[in-house]
């Protein structure tokens, strides 16, 4: 027997419609939207802080995956201190449209994408970008934080809480000897046995190791194509806070630093103790629009009614170096977007949503 539920239901869904926006790319050659909305690229975020003494040269490279804010928080962080001794290189967020989505690869996972990559990827700007980076830069050290899952200590297949190194040596890199040391020294801090931070080899070099799909990734790339030493440092994702995750990678940075003569101030022990504050800035956030040629700032949820051929762009973003714009109603890669009958972009500090802008089309 039919029934009349059912086919009110896809009655109504075949009549509604399935896109009130489209990408404004997809217009070529159509009909114009009837308002445009553009924001500004995501920006390639990049610090580099000299001291007055001399000492090593380390790179830090945080947010390859977006959905492990303890790496490019930590990473974050340290773009706000003083650099006494050493050079410090830091691009906290490398995949700036995955940390704002809060997902691992909003276009697939980046750390897969330093071997090979289509130009036509989303990703490819970035990627390249950090390649020349990591060339120009030719850092004594390359530490790239991530929070995995579980626990190594205690599930060796997990990737959380651990050191990675891709050989015990490499050329003339003794990346299992330095791992070891910070890994001995950052331990005493736990005593719980799962957040304890071991030493994982992966053993990408090897013609036998478990873990090709490394072959593929930023710490290979800097060994073999760019020379350079590479460590991946992993707090976490089950660390049971956001402060925790964080407190593991400036734990495991501070030994590196020790040992590759890199001091800063305020020191890590006084940031490891007023984490709170470093984590939660007491900060306003703002957007500025241009509408239509006038300048509008907004600060909390707002709707706009537009009339038709309205112009609307997002000039700029008041609050962290995480703030931005994403819309969860397209494709996130989009910056010019064509709408035609409405659209709500989410301001945003990193994973954690501010207010809400919506446009509506009357
Ligand atoms: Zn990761």
Redesign the pocket.
Known sequence: MENPWRRELIKALIGAPLLPFLPVNAFAGHKRPKVQIELPPFPIQDTYLKGEKKGGRILIVGG??GN?PG?YKAAEILRHVKVKRGELFIAPRMNFVSILANR?GYNGDM?RKFAHLSPKDPDYERVKWLKNYVKEVKPALLLTL???FGFHSVNPRA?GQCIVIDEERYRNFSLGKEARLVSKRVNRFFKKREWRVPVYNTHTFSPKTKHPEQRKSLTYFCLKEANVPAICL?TSKQMPNLELKVKTHLLLLKEFFALHSVEIEPGFDYIISHLKEFLKPNISYSVNLNINGRSVLVSSNRTFKLPKNSRVEFTSFHGTAGTNAVSPDVNMNFRKIGIKRRIAFDVKDDFRKIFTVRFVVV
């Open positions: 390859i995956h492990e790496a691992r750390n991530h929070d995995g990737w992993e």
